[in-house]
């Protein structure tokens, strides 16, 4: 199986801070806990959990709108800081002096940009079948960026979408789960043509 990269968006208030010389945008880029509903196809959870290992070697970068040519701070430049703390996924980007790092700044004073989001490969989750729609709680990840968005929505519905089929398979094989469940679950893939 391959994994891929997912994205998921968080409508939370970004907001921007002076600092001495630089201006720096704070946030949240995950919030623990908290059930969020992944295009009707199922509900996920991020546990407080995801971040603990990936953050203590990853080379994360921050962009505008999951944009690899907008940059706007990188971890290992000590220009982007990423800590958890009780709440999620906290965020600090010292904004550039550049056509983007301005733009930005001034979307946020504005109030035209109101969230932040995440690319992530799953690499620990869990599924629970026995609801409608799925629950999957995501234990860890390996943290890829983080972005300032303009439109915050659930923007990786089409592979999360793929992760269930994937859990779906895993759970045939290795849980040998009953046939009910299997049936409904086969019967809630071809109607929602996923």
């Not at 010389?21 to 509903?37: I, L, P």
Request: proline share 3%; glycine share 8%; hydrophobic share 35%.
């Amino acid at each position: 199986m391959t994994l891929e990269t997912e994205r998921r968006s968080l409508v939370q208030p970004v907001e921007c801070r002076a600092d001495g010389e630089s201006n720096m945008a704070a946030g949240y880029a995950a919030v623990f806990g908290d059930d969020a509903d992944i295009g009707g196809y199922f509900r996920e959870v991020i546990a407080p959990t995801a971040f603990t290992e990936t953050l203590k070697n990853a080379d994360v970068r921050a962009y505008f709108d999951h944009d690899r040519g907008r940059v706007l701070g990188r971890s290992s430049a000590g220009t982007l800081r990423i800590s958890v703390d009780d709440k999620g996924l906290a965020v600090e980007i010292d904004l550039p002096d550049t056509t983007d790092g301005r733009d930005v700044r001034t979307l946020i004073d504005r109030g035209d940009i109101s969230g932040m989001s995440f690319g992530f490969i799953v690499t620990h989750d869990e599924w629970d079948e026995t609801s409608d729609p799925p629950t999957r709680t995501i234990h860890e990840v390996e943290l890829r960026e983080v972005s300032i968005v303009s439109e915050p929505a659930y923007d990786g519905t089409s592979i999360a979408l793929r992760s269930l089929d994937a859990a779906r398979s895993e759970a045939r094989k290795e849980h040998n789960v009953s046939g009910y469940l299997l049936r409904k679950a086969d019967t809630d893939h071809r109607l929602r043509g996923i």
